[in-house]
């Protein structure tokens, strides 16, 4: 592969360091890397590794240098046509972000680090198609500030050290020498980033410089080496003089920023320090104190390990590093220095360090996860647009919606799907979904501007038994998609009814100009051949919603007591709308609960399926029974609604897709004729049809009801096979889009 990694700079920290170790294993691998960033002292690395580097100053934030970078980065992957774009911290992955809509690249994020995710900081923040995390708490806080970024798409990994290179082999006579060292001296040794950021460990390097004084008097010949540069390097540097002034001789040393880390930590016979330095220091065999900027740990051993691992060795959100207490823990570490134990101690914690970074902090492993991520965005990146009726609160387009979601996504891995949705802003924060506002026209322009293709379903979207106004609005969506020369996919779609002349014209055209039409009933394409459609590429499928997969049980009890029913009783589900032209439907349907309730000894459970009108034409029914029944207090998910209805004896309904559910569910189900599309699934299903609300008696309704329970095994085995079949053909909607986008 061709592959960008872009960071910040070159310089010592672990985010930079992380960029090399990957670097030098992707060109071992034979990837062709290029590198952008700021540069550093490991440029020289970069080449020797066999990679380009290109200058940018993507390590700062001020607008002239964003802009200089946003043009090198255009510039550099307009001509080379990356495989991967790969970005390393929040500025290089904003800047990427932009012009990923340009270029179309498979980007990937490494996050490193966590940051305050609060305003315009918030904004700049770019995670990519895929994200990398370095522990499980980095991955944690990006799920709870980013709703934007899906657990499915962060894989944790590791920050890889170079086993061989940092090993109790390396030999660190040279670093002695170099500072005047005597070889029998005790050493400590630290590697940091010396800025004054909140995420960078200068807490513990300003304990550690202040601690000297007295460490030197209790430890004879003490040196402390702190290697990096940053910011703040003059501020420490200075008070290093002023220490080393006050105990007489150079006990702190500042060796500024260094490359030889390896003979460094080498040198030392205690490693004090967190994050990626600590892992080195662990792989090269020295004893480590954990302490930072964020945290304190103590002395690192088997009991607090799994602290340690599950901060990626930042000890994050430990108590902060305390002079006195660090102090204190020092002079505890070389207490009888020269004696047995102290040896065998050391080599022992040496050994457990070194095993633990060798068996799963390697390069080799970090970069297998990084290998696998960029195989699984190996197809070209593509963008959907997804219309329907979704953000109005309605249960069966909201799981049409989650279901289409679901299946193109696991057809086709590399798809980002933008749904437009009357409340994008539920839409995002209840699903994750990227989303845009359905009644905007510059939003909806927009998002299928940018978009390979706009998926139009599934349901029923083109009738006008609703309104001619909701059919020219949704036939307009797709005209704005002819405009931009996307192609249009018609998905599960159920046809009319459209009354109009005019209207069935509209729709023709629709249909003929399409790229691609998938119908989920033969109804609806006997409805498209009587307005005249000729094309004979049209394929029958499924309603997308037997995709969906069923609660398990325990999840089901579960949901029916969290609605507040009790899981012990036998229960009938009814799905009722508000009807204004039947005025006392709900008086019959009243008698209808009453006499299914008193007749098979069970109770009745209403479930509104669009919350906005049907809640309350529910609580109206139940107020009119004898009996009582119950509708649950909150609105309930379409996965919730889906396994009440599994838990059902029978359902009652006036809405397509609670007969949906229910038929994937294998519950049996009698509906009342609101809608051809609802006439035409009762006997697709073998279900009875209790007329029309004019027609609806709930005396002739209750002896199909005894039917029904009397034939319930039967029923439910036969709607099982029907679901599977259904569910199958389903299969075949995403598999043919996959189609469209990869050609």
């Known amino acids: 592969m061709k592959v960008l990694l ?19 294993e992707l060109c071992r691998r034979g990837h062709a890397v290029t590198v952008i960033s700021a540069g550093g002292i490991y440029e020289k690395d970069i080449s020797e590794a066999g990679a380009r580097h290109v200058y940018a100053p993507l390590n700062t934030h001020r607008p002239r ?27 290089p992955a904003f800047l990427c972000g932009i012009l990923r809509r340009r270029y179309r690249f498979n980007f990937v994020t ?125 501020e420490f540097n200075t008070r290093a003089a002023q220490v080393n002034e006050s105990v007489g001789y150079n006990a702190v040393i500042m060796t500024g920023i260094r490359t030889d880390i390896d003979e460094i930590l080498a040198a030392g016979e205690l490693f004090v320090g967190v994050s990626r330095a600590a892992l080195e220091a662990m792989a090269t065999g020295l004893p ?27 000890v994050r959100d430990c108590p902060p ?41 390697s390069v080799a492993r970090m970069v297998d996860d990084v290998e696998r991520v960029y195989a699984s965005l190996d197809a070209l990146p593509r963008r959907v647009a997804l219309s329907g009726y979704f953000g109005f609160g309605n249960a069966g387009d909201e799981a049409i919606m989650q ?18 949705s009357k409340n994008p802003k539920v839409t995002r924060e209840k699903y994750g979904f990227y989303a845009a506002a359905r009644f905007n026209p510059f939003a909806v322009a927009g998002t299928i501007a940018q978009s390979d293709a706009l998926v139009f379903g599934g349901g029923s979207l083109l009738q006008d038994n609703t309104s001619t106004r909701s059919l020219l609005y949704y036939l307009s969506v797709i005209r704005t998609a002819r405009f931009f020369r996307k192609p249009v996919m018609i998905y599960a779609n159920g046809i009319g009814p459209v009354n109009r002349t005019s209207n069935r014209n509209r729709v023709k055209r629709a249909v003929e100009g399409a790229a691609a039409v998938t119908l989920r009933d033969e109804r609806s394409l006997e409805e498209l051949r009587n307005m005249g459609v000729t094309r004979d590429d049209i394929v029958i499928t499924g309603d997308p919603v037997f995709t969906t997969e069923l609660p398990p049980k325990n999840e089901r009890i579960e949901i029916l007591r969290s609605a507040g029913l009790d899981e012990t009783r036998e229960f009938v589900a009814v799905c009722v709308r508000p009807w204004k032209q039947t005025p006392n439907l709900a008086a019959e349907l009243a008698k209808l609960c009453d006499a299914v309730s008193s007749e098979l000894a069970v109770d009745v459970v209403f479930l509104p399926m669009q919350a906005s009108g049907d809640a309350a034409f529910s609580r109206e029914v139940a107020s009119k ?53 609802l006439r035409v699934f009762l ?47 389903a299969k075949k909607d995403p598999i043919i889009l996959k189609k469209l986008l990869d050609n």
């Not at 990006?142 to 086993?163: A, F, H, M, P, Q």
């Not at 020092?330 to 080599?347: G, L, Q």
């Not at 009875?688 to 005894?706: Q, V, Y």
Request: aromatic fraction near 6%; glycine fraction near 6%; charge should be negative.
């Open 6 to 24: 872009a960071t910040m700079a070159l310089d010592i920290g672990g985010a930079e360091t992380h960029v090399v170790e990957l670097c030098r």
């Open 683 to 729: 006997e697709t299903l073998g279900m009875p049809n209790l007329g029309t609300p004019e027609e609806f008696s709930a005396e002739d309704a209750i002896f199909r009801a005894i039917e029904v329970t009397q034939k319930r095994a039967e029923l439910s085995d036969a709607l099982n096979e029907l679901a599977a079949e259904q569910a199958k053909l």
């Open 321 to 361: 590093t305390d002079p006195d207490t660090l102090t204190a823990d020092i002079a505890a570490f070389f207490e009888n220095r020269n004696s047995v134990p102290y040896r065998t101690r050391n080599a022992r914690l040496g050994a457990d360090g070194r095993d633990i970074v060798t068996r799963n902090y």
């Open 403 to 420: 279901a289409v979601h679901r299946s193109i996504t696991a057809s086709r891995a590399n798809t980002e799907i933008t749904v437009l």
């Open 110 to 234: 490494t996050a490193h680090w966590v940051f305050v995710a609060k305003g315009a900081k918030k904004l700049l923040s770019n995670w990519g198609q895929r994200t990398i995390a370095v522990s499980e708490d980095i991955k944690k806080y990006l799920l709870e500030n980013y709703k934007s970024v899906r657990e499915e798409n962060i894989t944790v990994s590791v920050n890889g050290i170079d086993t061989e290179r940092f090993s109790p082999g390396t030999q660190g006579k040279h670093i002695k020498q170099e500072f005047a060292i005597p070889e029998t001296a005790p050493v400590i040794v630290n590697v940091a980033r010396l800025d004054h950021t909140a995420s960078a460990p200068s807490a513990a390097v300003r304990a550690l410089i202040d601690a000297a004084p007295v460490l030197t008097q209790v430890i004879r010949g003490l040196r402390i080496i702190i290697a990096g540069g940053g910011d703040a390097e003059l």
């Open 288 to 314: 480590v104190i954990l302490a930072g900027g964020e945290g304190y740990l103590g002395l690192l051993t088997k009991e607090r390990l799994d602290r340690a691992i599950a901060t990626n060795f930042t």
């Open 625 to 677: 029974m004898k009996r009582g029944g119950k509708v649950p207090e909150r609105e309930l998910s379409p996965r919730e609604i889906l396994a009440i209805l599994a838990e059902a004896n029978f359902v009652i309904s006036m809405r397509l897709h609670a007969l949906i559910f229910a038929a994937r569910a294998g519950t049996p189900s009698m509906g009342i004729d609101v809608d051809p599309k």
């Open 65 to 91: 240098d964003m802009a200089m970078s946003l043009g090198a980065l255009s510039a550099l992957i307009n001509v080379e046509k990356f495989d991967i774009v790969h970005a390393h911290a929040r500025i």
